[in-house]
């Protein structure tokens, strides 16, 4: 059995995770805590891929990373990079699928605990940033974990917005998704299976963790009884 | 010298409010509504006034013309109605954050009798705990001046009155302007240098 989609899929979420984290939590707080005009716009645009179909993603990529589209035309004649039918294709398909499920888990997490515990950190004298490491930022630690799971799992099951961008490129573009739908479509049934097996595995092994790890930590964390 | 006078538009009142404190205990005492924790929040600076002048020691922390002046460089200690506790930091923790003193933390911890909680979490220990924590943490970084919010109001009344005649003491030996918010009669009565009563977002002196 070949594992090149296994490898692939983990690259492909890994990369699109860390990506989703950094800039959900970023988004996340400044929309939770600053007021500025266009923020309901704003976060409408942020939330839109969650309620779109992903081949309607996967169509606004194409025309925005395709070879003649604005960011595509200008990345092959400055940098000679191509996104479509790429790996790095396939991860920014992740990124915009997954990122509404990070922002609003980190949004939540952010306006979950008293705004004053803040407030006292820096009327103490404390820089923001030392408020947010040392605050902010493990007070909404539980809800950021699970927002990481989630955008994880939902970066590795992509498929409609990866296969418009990434297409299906054996050992290129392969993710598990895309092998188990050509798998069935060309009749080989097994190898489909190992792969539905295989992501039901990752994907019940990470919310059981989640969820044990919550059930230990997350009282220790916000309780302020 | 702590100046405060301020002018802020509220949702149902207009808050206009004029006072000053050299090293008293002002207490703003009125019902709930009445604007009085908005009054403390100008003077911390977690929101602005729309109008008017707060000033710190010849320190202008809020003047209509200029940007006010940053939370963390006002050196006002703020003891919040709920304590505001960090629920992930021990005691102990909670108390060196924003510690300028070891020397007076050690002093003062003993003083409160609070020594035994450092290894606790604020959800480990009792309301009467929670406050004497929380002033303990406010008054380590040698706040210029010091806003309690409703601080006893949680309390069974034998630690409220253990709690206030701490503050007295306290307040005699560190001569600092402090402005407490109660609608307690007794207790302000019982603390205040200056009582003044809010009302409707406005100001009266009734003494």
Not at chain 2, 47 to 69: A, T, V
Not at chain 2, 78 to 85: E, G, N, S, V
């Amino acid at each position: 059995m070949d594992l090149t989609p296994l490898f692939l899929s983990l690259k492909i979420a890994s990369m699109a995770t860390v990506i989703v984290f950094v800039t959900g939590v970023f988004f996340a707080r400044i929309i939770t805590r600053r007021r500025f005009p266009g923020k309901r716009i704003l976060e409408s645009l942020l939330m839109l891929p969650l309620v779109l179909p992903p081949t309607v993603v996967g169509f606004g990529l194409l025309y925005i990373f395709g070879n003649n589209g604005p960011i595509g035309k200008w990345l092959l004649q400055w940098f000679d990079v191509q996104i479509v039918f790429t790996w790095t294709g396939a991860v920014i398909a992740a990124i915009v699928v997954a990122f509404p499920l990070m922002y609003q888990s980190a949004a939540a997490s952010f306006q979950k605990y008293d705004r004053n515990i803040e407030h006292a950190a820096l009327t103490m004298g404390a820089s923001k940033w030392r408020v947010f490491w040392s605050i902010s930022f493990p007070l909404a630690w539980p809800g950021l974990l699970a927002g990481l799971v989630l955008t994880f799992a939902r970066a590795l099951g992509e498929f409609g917005a990866t296969l418009m961008i990434a297409g299906y490129i054996p050992n290129q573009t392969e993710t598990i998704p895309l092998s188990i739908y050509f798998a069935v479509e060309s009749g080989n049934r097994d190898v489909a299976l190992f792969w539905v097996i295989s992501i039901l595995m990752i994907g019940f092994g990470a919310i059981l963790w989640l969820n044990w790890w919550s059930e230990r930590n997350i009282l220790r964390l916000t309780s302020n009884q | 010298m702590l100046l405060v006078n301020i002018q802020k538009k509220l949702q149902s009142l207009l808050l206009d409010v004029h006072f000053k404190a050299d090293g008293e205990i002002v207490v703003l005492f009125g019902p709930s509504g009445a604007g009085k924790t908005t009054i403390l929040n100008c003077i911390a600076g977690l929101i602005h006034p729309d109008s008017g002048q707060i000033k710190l020691n010849k320190r202008n922390l809020y003047n209509g013309k200029q940007k006010p002046m940053p939370i963390a460089k006002r050196h006002i200690g703020y003891l919040f109605q709920d304590y505001a506790l960090f629920p992930h930091m021990t005691v102990e923790k909670n108390i060196r954050y924003g510690m300028k003193d070891e020397q007076l933390l050690h002093h003062l911890a003993e003083l409160m009798g609070i020594k035994h909680l450092f290894g606790s979490y604020p959800h480990q220990i009792s309301g009467g705990e929670k406050q004497r924590v929380a002033l303990v943490r406010t008054l380590v970084t040698k706040p210029k001046a010091l806003l309690l919010d409703e601080p006893f109001s949680s309390l069974d009344i034998h630690t409220k009155l253990a709690c206030q005649d701490e503050l007295i003491r306290l307040h005699e030996s560190w001569n600092i302007p402090i402005v407490l918010v109660t609608h307690d009669i007794e207790e302000a009565e019982k603390l205040g240098d200056l009582i003044l009563r809010i009302d409707n977002g406005q100001l009266f002196c009734p003494q």
